[in-house]
């Protein structure tokens, strides 16, 4: 089990705070006051998008709520219609071969979940530790190996 | 809900004297990130708005182990994170100061250009 097969099943307690009902009927109220900057073409229903039509989608309509507040340290779009937001990485100095943590905020943009855990670095830039965020209050942190192997959690 | 710098640098403070656990600022912060996703935080004043923010980032997941018992951070890596938010007013007194070297960079640039 690697790093992301880690990321694809657990149940990192998804929430749907990030979810915005009205954004439809708020965006078609609009409408006719809006002027798009950008044409984005349109997709089929059932359709997933690619990772770099979904980045568009992002440029366009999430960016400015997700990318300044989570993903100063960049951002990726997945094939499975997510993005993920990396905050920038807090250094830690003196913890041996580990550089330091960041905060990782995923949204869906099919469901419009969003859900973040807390990644520990190494000096190499592989995750070494993933602490998921859990609304249960209990705190739980799942451990990898350079090579992103999963080796246990605590 | 409405945050202000202060209050994140107490609560770093309060962190660093021991007053307040990790995990209660941690906490703190993360009720502070569930209220700005409801859009109901406000912070105070508005265009300090990306030092709070940065502020309460580094505060959630301040807790965060690297075994049992033992910390990711050291103390020392915390009063780092303090001192790079700033004080209460220096971002105002850096605009102040931008604004005033202003004139002295179009001098250089204009001299430059006469003397190509």
């Known amino acids: ?154 | 809900m409405e945050v202000d710098l202060q209050a994140v640098r107490r609560v770093f403070k309060d962190v660093l004297n021991g007053r307040m656990l990790r995990e209660q600022a941690d906490r703190w912060a993360y009720a502070v990130v569930r209220e700005e996703e409801t859009g109901v935080v406000t912070y105070s004043p508005p265009r300090e708005r990306e030092r709070i923010w940065a502020g309460v980032m580094y505060l959630y997941g301040i807790d965060t182990m690297i075994a049992p018992n033992a910390y990711l951070h050291s103390n020392d890596d915390i009063r780092e994170a303090m001192a790079s938010l700033g004080g209460v007013g220096d971002n105002l007194a850096s605009t102040i100061l931008r604004t005033l070297e202003r004139p002295s960079q179009c001098l250089a640039v204009n001299r430059t250009s006469v003397l190509d």
């Not at chain 1, 089929?44 to 400015?64: C, T």
Request: aromatic share 12%.
């Open chain 1, 1 to 154: 089990m690697t790093v992301d097969d880690f990321h694809s099943s657990i149940d990192a307690a998804a929430s749907d705070i990030g979810r915005r009902p009205d954004a439809t009927t708020e965006r078609s109220a609009l409408a006719a006051v809006v002027v798009p900057l950008r044409q984005i073409p349109a997709t089929y229903p059932n359709q997933r998008p690619s990772p770099g039509r979904l980045r568009q989608i992002d440029r366009v309509f999430f960016g400015p709520f997700f990318r300044e507040k989570y993903g100063t340290g960049g951002d990726k779009a997945l094939e499975n219609g997510r993005i993920r937001y990396y905050g920038p990485v807090q250094p830690a100095n003196n913890a041996g071969e580990l550089a330091g943590r960041r905060y990782v905020h995923e949204f869906d943009t099919m469901t419009g979940c969003t859900r973040g855990w807390h990644e520990t670095l190494d000096r190499m830039g592989n995750v070494r530790q993933v602490r998921p965020e859990r609304h249960n209050g209990m705190t739980g942190y799942y451990q990898f190996d350079s090579n992103g192997r999963y080796k246990g959690s605590w």
